[in-house]
């Protein structure tokens, strides 16, 4: 069975700080799919990125970086700066082979303070 | 509007009732999911289609639970002889292309089981 696990329930930190959210995942598929969620009190989830399991590289995007690792089957996401906006819940989630059917972790919720 | 819409946003229903939950996808997105998120948990699959069809329902936790896309557009989620345990936020979500992963969600439909 799938599993996602994120151990940090809530973060919070000061503006301009840089986080890092943990996300460890169990799956005994050779083929699966990591994804990144956030979602802002609104309510709506929004795709932040999603990585197969054959591509280990790191991946940057504006204050965004990602850490995928095989080895230790972690997938952290990291926010350089921080800024008061990116105050949401994060979810990390695995899929399936044809990345249709998503198990998601519990969620990290991050505060940003001013 | 362009994103994805759901009806009711707030439904409050006695045990025992029948609900429906409607969620109007982005228009052309073929593939449409629904997910039921409890308080302070991740998202959970309940079923996915593509098209009209239900490719995987794996994730309906029992008979009283139905969903229908009969013309591949707008997709009901039916709830029969409503218990207290199926209080959560049930999000919907669409998609165009498969390979990309990303999903589209709605803000979700809270359903409260009194």
């Known amino acids: 069975a799938q599993k996602v696990t994120q151990a940090q329930t809530e973060i919070s930190v000061v503006e301009k700080e840089d986080v890092t959210l943990d996300c460890v995942y169990e799956?005994?598929?050779?083929?699966?799919?990591l994804f990144w969620y956030k979602q802002p009190p609104s309510g709506e989830l929004v795709f932040l990125i999603r990585?197969?399991?054959?591509?280990?590289q790191n991946e940057i995007s504006g204050r965004y970086s990602w850490n995928f690792q095989k080895s230790t089957s972690s997938f952290n996401f990291t926010i350089t700066a921080s800024q008061v906006v990116d105050s949401a819940v994060y979810f990390c989630?695995?899929?399936?082979?044809?990345?249709?059917?998503?198990?998601f972790g519990q969620g990290t919720r991050l505060t940003i303070n001013p | 509007g362009a994103g994805v819409s759901q009806t009711p946003s707030n439904k409050v229903t006695e045990k025992g009732k029948y609900v429906e939950l409607r969620c109007d996808p982005i228009?052309?997105?073929?593939?449409l999911y629904w997910y039921r998120q409890s308080l302070g948990q991740g998202p959970e699959f309940l079923i996915y289609?593509?098209?009209?069809?239900?490719?995987?329902d794996s994730g309906l936790p029992n008979d009283r639970f139905f969903a229908v896309r009969p013309e591949g557009s707008v997709s009901t989620l039916k709830i029969q002889r409503t218990e207290r345990g199926d209080s959560a936020v049930y999000l919907c979500?669409?998609?165009?292309?498969?390979?990309?992963?990303?999903?589209?969600f709605g803000e979700g439909s809270r359903l409260t089981v009194l």
């Open positions: 979500a669409s998609s165009a292309r498969l390979d990309t992963g990303e999903l589209f």
């Open positions: 799956t005994r598929d050779t083929t699966y799919y």
């Open positions: 990585r197969n399991s054959f591509d280990e």
């Open positions: 989630a695995l899929s399936t082979w044809d990345g249709q059917k998503l198990v």
């Open positions: 228009s052309g997105h073929t593939a």
């Open positions: 289609f593509q098209g009209t069809g239900a490719a995987d």
